[in-house]
């Protein structure tokens, strides 16, 4: 009975010890994802979800484009030049093309404002880092854990 009690006791106390903005959520996790041109477009959609924008059919292209954008740079973006050079950048925004077989076959996350099927600077390859999606819908960055004591040397 006194186990139990001490028990009830510790429990209650651990509790206490919670952040108030932690105590009862139910945060979910995406993980990273990482594209590059000739994913499917169904694959894209399966692991990113329905897109902010689209899907809209371009005519002049005659492709499908998506258009995912985050609350913060979340998409690493990544073009590489003809000389070697690979060029990486953080951005909130990607538009994705497809073709009509549903193959990706463009990215970019810099448009043209009133023809978003041309692009100033093409992507090969994104990477969408992880985020928190909050019980309210705000999706925000993961945070680091709150250090630890720190670790006992022999």
């Given at each position: 009975?006194?186990?139990?009690?001490?028990?009830?006791?510790?429990?209650?106390?651990?509790?206490?010890?919670?952040?108030?903005?932690?105590?009862?959520?139910?945060?979910?996790?995406?993980?990273?994802?990482?594209?590059?041109?000739?994913?499917?477009?169904?694959?894209?959609?399966?692991?990113?979800?329905?897109?902010?924008?689209?899907?809209?059919?371009?005519?002049?292209?005659?492709?499908?484009?998506?258009?995912?954008?985050?609350?913060f740079p979340a998409i690493q973006a990544?073009?590489?030049?003809?000389?070697?050079?690979?060029?990486?950048?953080?951005?909130?925004?990607?538009?994705?093309?497809?073709?009509?077989?549903?193959?990706?076959?463009?990215?970019?996350?810099?448009?043209?404002?009133?023809?978003?099927?041309?692009?100033?600077?093409p992507v090969q390859r994104v990477t969408?880092?992880?985020?928190?999606?909050?019980?309210?819908?705000?999706?925000?960055?993961?945070?680091?854990?709150?250090?630890?004591?720190?670790?006992?040397?022999?």
């Open positions: 009975m006194v186990r139990l009690l001490a028990g009830l006791a510790m429990a209650l106390w651990l509790s206490a010890c919670t952040p108030p903005e932690l105590r009862g959520a139910q945060l979910h996790v995406e993980p990273s994802y990482i594209f590059a041109l000739g994913v499917h477009q169904d694959d894209v959609m399966a692991m990113l979800g329905w897109p902010n924008e689209g899907p809209r059919f371009d005519r002049l292209t005659q492709t499908t484009q998506l258009v995912y954008t985050y609350p990544e073009t590489q030049f003809p000389n070697g050079v690979t060029r990486s950048e953080m951005v909130d925004r990607i538009l994705l093309s497809f073709d009509r077989k549903g193959l990706l076959v463009k990215m970019a996350s810099h448009t043209d404002r009133w023809y978003p099927s041309f692009s100033d600077l969408v880092l992880p985020r928190v999606i909050h019980p309210s819908g705000e999706i925000t960055a993961p945070k680091p854990a709150p250090p630890g004591p720190p670790a006992k040397q022999n």
